[in-house]
């Protein structure tokens, strides 16, 4: 593969034998879970492309996807859906997901490695935070192509189910087009209903549609859709 123009990441942090490097991708989406990836890599791994998957096209993360997984000595991933991140908050649930990949993987690592600057301990395997992690660390950044195209590949089939809302192309991010299928058609059972799903209020043709919806929400808070008429214009709401 190619070496692109960014500077070599670094094969370890620690000298431990197994250093894993853990991320996620999904943090931000209004629908979908939260997926991470744990990867550990062996001695003399190289790969210049490789790099922090926001940095990288879609076609090159896809393109690295297989590379790390045969390449890698363990890789694992693992989700925390969107009702789980309603219950726990989304930076809980993030650790969350890393936990359960690093619970899946077939060698236990003696030192891990996460981007960001938020972790709970796993057992006693001692850790380090690492503030963007994927652009400095090798295992760090092939977790991230991992989190991000398993991630990807999830939302493509939910698309399937749902084809209103884009998720094939915005894989459920905060897009224009997404808020405006939400406003239009309501919510899924994908959705993460703690989070403002639709743009912050600008005027009181808006304000009123929001308090129609959160005073629906508050009265029946086991439905999950509601439409009504307002200024001529048929609105749906979601819970």
């Not at 890789?75 to 619970?103: G, K």
């Not at 938020?118 to 963007?132: Q, S």
Request: glycine fraction near 6%; charge should be positive; hydrophobic fraction near 40%.
């Amino acid at each position: 593969m190619s070496a692109m123009n960014h500077p070599p990441l670094l094969s370890r942090y620690s000298d431990a034998r197994y250093e894993c490097g853990c991320d996620e991708a999904g943090r931000g989406c209004l629908a979908g879970p939260v997926v991470a990836a744990a990867v550990i890599l062996p001695e003399g791994f190289a790969c210049p492309e490789l790099n922090d998957s926001k940095q990288l096209s879609e076609r090159e993360r896809e393109r690295l996807r297989p590379f790390i997984e045969r390449e890698a000595l363990a890789w694992a991933v693992a989700e925390v859906d969107n009702r789980e991140i309603d219950e726990l908050n989304i930076l809980q649930a993030s650790i969350l997901a890393m936990h359960r990949a690093i619970d899946r993987l077939a060698i236990r690592p003696d030192f891990i490695i996460v981007d960001g600057n938020r972790f709970r301990p796993y057992g006693d395997t001692p850790h380090a935070t690492i503030v963007k992690g994927d652009a400095r660390y090798l295992s760090i950044a092939a977790a991230s192509v991992l989190a991000k195209t398993h991630r990807d590949a999830l939302m493509r089939r939910l698309h399937a189910e749902y084809p209103h809302y884009g998720w094939d192309a915005n894989k459920a991010y905060p897009t224009a087009a997404h808020r405006r299928a939400i406003a239009r058609y309501g919510t899924t059972p994908y959705h993460r209903l703690t989070f403002r799903l639709l743009p912050p209020l600008t005027s009181w043709n808006s304000v009123i549609p929001e308090i129609l919806f959160r005073a629906y929400g508050i009265l029946f808070p086991q439905a999950r859709n509601f439409f009504f008429r307002y200024n001529e214009n048929l609105v749906a709401c979601g819970r």
